[in-house]
């Protein structure tokens, strides 16, 4: 019974000690998520410290923007001033051009189609003034998120209430400058459709100029065939001339060379002449040039020996001049660092000024680069359609050419046929009369007979000829196999090649008449 019981017992306590285990490793697992935790809200303090750190370095920034921006203010309101001196002038000029309205009722048609384009432009413009809108509301939500964001930073920090009203100030003031920013984005907007106008003006000048080229191509290749023969003859002559030019060119240079060459020996000739009388005087001066000469050398020793000498305390000097004040100092400092404050001005003004040029150098380049395009797609088309042309007209020209021939050759052969049958109507007729044949008629058919007995003769002979052994049938002319050879020493006796017999050329042929001779062109330097 007692084994029984402490078998139990252990049991109860092997459970329980299992769990106690699970609720330890439960306990370690809460202390490490607590440990982290609080490792999380150190880091948060510290991001938080760091925030404020930043938000006053911001505040710092934003006070020196304010005072850079009131004298931008300024500046705009000196310029405002100045163009309501010009708008005045602009309103003199209105009532002069208000007189003279009446001069240019004829000219009202053109304006109407000129206004029909800008209306054009002004959807356009629209278009972008509606693309600058949107991006000023979304620039607008993103300041109202960052005016959540301080409001959070507020909540949390207390000591940051006062910096969160300067803040507040400070967005009132960016709405202002905002302003001024969209009424500078109008004046821009002036500015480009006066660059698009000026794009359109040379568009119309450009095509104006592709028609003028098309023109003088064609009269440039009606031309050209005449500025070949002239450019052979203008080379030929140039050539001539540049001989002529050079050989000129060192004649001169010969006689320019003795020219200088006599006028310098005169000149020394003078000299001479003029420098006998003073020569006494002369040597006197240099005697005396010398003698000063060593007189500074031996100063230059002793000066030398004073300064090397250490003990001497004369060899030093005193420079005069007075060294300026602290209070001249800070002032000077302080003109440099209104001057400084100047030149960020300008740099600032310069910068902004860039911006704007470039982005819309950005963009006329831009159109520029596509209107090129357009172009380069224009000019091949223009070249393929030329070239077709060409080709075209070539072929005309051939078959032009061909078809006159054989209207030539038509021709020729009608009047072969006329003649013949004139011909056959006169020998009909004096063998119906009984009369005999025209002497010519006699004469050529005695021809042919006698032609036809030399053939016939010919070929008999041929035929004999070929039965011989060796015999090889040829048209071609017997070429030699021997020489006579030009020694002194040697009698004039033929003597046979040998294997290597000389090569003999054909004769030209009727065909060398369709082949023209190379124009060696002169080598110009």
Not at 27 to 43: F, I, M, P, Q
Not at 62 to 75: A, L, S, V
Not at 176 to 185: A, F, G, T, V, Y
């Amino acid at each position: 019974m007692m084994s029984d019981t402490d078998a139990h017992m252990l049991e109860e306590y092997i459970a329980e000690e299992g769990r106690l285990f699970k609720e330890q490793e439960k306990c370690r697992g809460d202390l490490s998520r607590l440990a982290h935790l609080t490792w999380l809200k150190v880091e948060e303090r510290d991001q938080k410290s760091r925030d404020v750190q930043k938000a006053q370095i911001q505040l710092q920034n934003i006070i020196k923007e304010i005072k850079r921006k009131d004298r931008e203010i300024r500046e705009y309101k000196k310029r405002k001033r100045q163009i309501q001196n010009q708008l005045q002038g602009f309103a003199k000029m209105y009532e002069v051009i208000q007189n003279e309205r009446n001069k240019c009722i004829n000219l009202v048609h053109a304006a109407q189609q000129k206004a029909s384009e800008i209306k054009k432009r002004v959807k356009l413009l629209g278009n972008e003034i509606e693309n600058l809108r949107n991006t000023v509301i979304t620039k607008e939500r993103k300041l109202q998120k960052q005016h959540l964001k301080n409001t959070n930073n507020v909540a949390i920090t207390d000591s940051l209430k006062s910096d969160y009203c300067k803040i507040v100030q400070i967005m009132h003031e960016m709405k202002e400058k905002k302003k001024q920013r969209c009424l500078d984005l109008e004046r821009l907007t002036n500015t480009v459709t006066l660059i698009e106008e000026e794009i359109m003006q040379l568009r119309k000048k450009y095509e104006r100029a592709i028609q003028e080229q098309n023109d003088s191509g064609l009269l440039l290749r009606e031309r050209e065939e005449e500025l070949c023969i002239l450019y052979e003859k203008i080379n030929m002559q140039e050539m001539l001339c540049r001989n002529g030019d050079i050989e000129m060119q060192v004649m001169d240079e010969k006689i320019r060379f003795l020219k200088l060459k006599v006028a310098e020996k005169k000149r020394q000739i003078k000299l001479w002449f003029k420098a006998l009388p003073v020569k006494n005087a002369l040597d006197a001066h240099l005697v005396v040039l010398q003698i000063q000469y060593s007189q500074c050398k031996d100063r230059l020793k002793q000066m030398e020996e004073i300064f090397a000498d250490p003990a001497n305390k004369s060899r030093k000097r005193d420079l005069g001049g007075k060294d300026p004040s602290p209070p001249e100092l800070l002032k000077k400092i302080e003109q440099l660092e209104v001057e400084l404050v100047q030149k960020e001005e300008k740099l600032l003004e310069t910068d902004l000024l860039y911006e704007h040029i470039s982005r819309l150098t950005d963009r006329i380049r831009a159109t520029a680069e596509n209107r090129k395009q357009d172009t380069l797609l224009l000019a091949k088309r223009t070249n393929e359609l030329q070239k077709k042309i060409k080709d075209r007209t070539q072929k005309i020209m051939a078959f032009v050419a061909e078809l006159s021939m054989k209207q030539a050759l038509a021709i020729k052969l009608q009047q072969e046929v006329r003649d013949k049958e004139q011909f056959l109507m006169t020998v009909s007729s004096r063998i119906d009369q009984g009369l005999p044949l025209p002497k010519e008629t006699e004469n050529e058919w005695l021809k042919i007979l006698r032609n036809e007995k030399m053939q016939k003769a010919a070929a008999e002979a041929r035929a004999e000829v070929s039965f011989l052994p060796g015999y090889v049938h040829t048209t071609a002319e017997q070429r030699p196999t021997a020489y006579i050879p030009d020694d002194e020493y040697s009698l004039p006796l033929p003597r046979p090649y040998g294997a290597l017999a000389p090569f003999k050329p054909s004769e030209p042929g009727s065909n060398m008449r369709h082949f023209r001779k190379p124009i060696v062109k002169p080598i110009e330097i």
